[in-house]
């Protein structure tokens, strides 16, 4: 069975532009949860989405925006990009509501310029 | 805040060592507590998890001790190995919770020689 699928792999934004990453559970998962990781650090909870709502927000500003599809999967959005905001972002999916046995997919790496 | 408090930052054993990392808590609703490993490149991946109503388990080379009291767990990796070598997280969540987040240490990133 597939685990979870990040798309793009890499990519590279300027400075005030928008980004849309995408990820797709493991078959069967209805929660999927995006998290933050700065080089260096422990990934940051960003959003997670459970049955097609949102069941919880990190602390993260307006800019960045997720939702989820009838299939279960899901689409991260970030305005207005930062030089912060490079990093890479994880998708994470699970079969329940809370946060046990969650798996991570490899990541999307975003770099703004 | 940094709610779950990871150490050392790096760690350096020879092969067949037993590595042994820390994590401490603050929040005491927190009720799940899993280690994750992550290779360069990659995403992390769930190594062994621990509910507080147990001290230990055991799962192959992994071991997790939980001290409640103390609000405090830890991973130990016996005969560790060369392909060992990658960054460790802890984190840890409160499962009766209405939000499935997980809160993560910062990393420890081993090394283990041949």
């Known amino acids: 069975d597939a685990g979870v699928t990040q798309s793009p792999t890499h990519l590279i934004k300027t400075r005030g532009q928008h980004v849309t990453l995408r990820c797709s559970p493991i078959?069967?998962?209805?929660?999927v949860s995006w998290y933050q990781q700065v080089l260096g650090q422990g990934p940051q909870f960003i959003f997670q989405?459970?049955?097609?709502?949102?069941?919880g927000r990190g602390n993260f500003p307006d800019r960045f925006s997720a939702r989820q599809f009838p299939n279960y999967s899901s689409e991260l959005n970030v305005n207005a990009l930062l030089l912060g905001d490079s990093a890479l972002y994880l998708c994470?999916?699970?079969?329940?509501?809370?946060?046990?046995?969650?798996?991570f997919g490899e990541g999307s790496w975003l770099t703004v310029v | 805040q940094q709610q779950v408090k990871q150490s050392p930052q790096s760690l350096i054993v020879q092969k067949g060592g037993i590595p042994i990392i820390n994590c401490a808590y603050e929040?005491?609703?927190?009720?799940?507590f899993p280690w994750y490993q992550q290779f360069p490149g990659k995403g992390p991946a769930l190594l062994i998890a621990?509910?507080?109503?147990?001290s230990e388990k055991k799962e192959g080379r992994f071991t997790i001790s939980f001290n409640k009291s103390a609000k405090q767990f830890s991973l130990h990796i016996m005969d560790s190995q060369p392909g060992d070598s990658a960054t460790y997280f802890c984190?840890?969540?409160?499962?009766?919770?209405?939000?499935?987040?997980?809160?993560f240490g910062k990393g420890t990133k081993l090394s283990v020689k041949p």
């Open positions: 621990i509910r507080p109503d147990v």
């Open positions: 929040n005491t609703a927190f009720d799940y």
């Open positions: 078959s069967g998962h209805k929660s």
């Open positions: 989405y459970y049955e097609k709502e949102e069941r």
């Open positions: 984190a840890a969540s409160s499962y009766g919770g209405s939000q499935g987040n997980l809160i």
């Open positions: 994470a999916s699970s079969n329940h509501r809370g946060a046990n046995t969650i798996y």
